[in-house]
């Protein structure tokens, strides 16, 4: 993931903190999860990379953060992309 940009997270100080952490074990997940793609399926490793990076750019709720702090990768993959074009429609 190396330079990418990250939402600035919105939300009480402590929420911040707490979403910071999550977010950041989120994107290790995934990450790793990508990982697993890159000698036999590189392609697909390099757009889930890709949908990775434009949805922790635009997702800045901390509260979002909070709320789905449970979901591991698949669920995080499955709902990328999604919620990445739902929020540059405005939604978030």
């Known amino acids: 993931m190396g330079d990418t ?17 999550i977010r950041a ?20 490793r390099e757009e889930l990379l890709a949908a990775l990076a434009a949805f922790v750019a635009t997702v800045a709720p901390a509260s979002w953060w909070i709320e789905h ?3 591991m990768g698949y669920e ?3 709902a990328m992309p999604k919620l990445a074009a ?3 429609k405005g939604a978030f």
């Open 76 to 78: 995080m993959r499955t």
């Open 25 to 44: 074990e989120r994107i290790q997940c995934i990450a790793a999860d990508a990982d697993t793609y890159s000698k036999e399926e590189p392609e697909f």
């Open 86 to 88: 739902r929020r540059l």
């Open 69 to 71: 702090r449970g979901w």
């Open 5 to 21: 940009t990250m939402a600035t997270l919105t939300g009480s100080e402590k929420q911040i903190a707490w979403a910071e952490r």
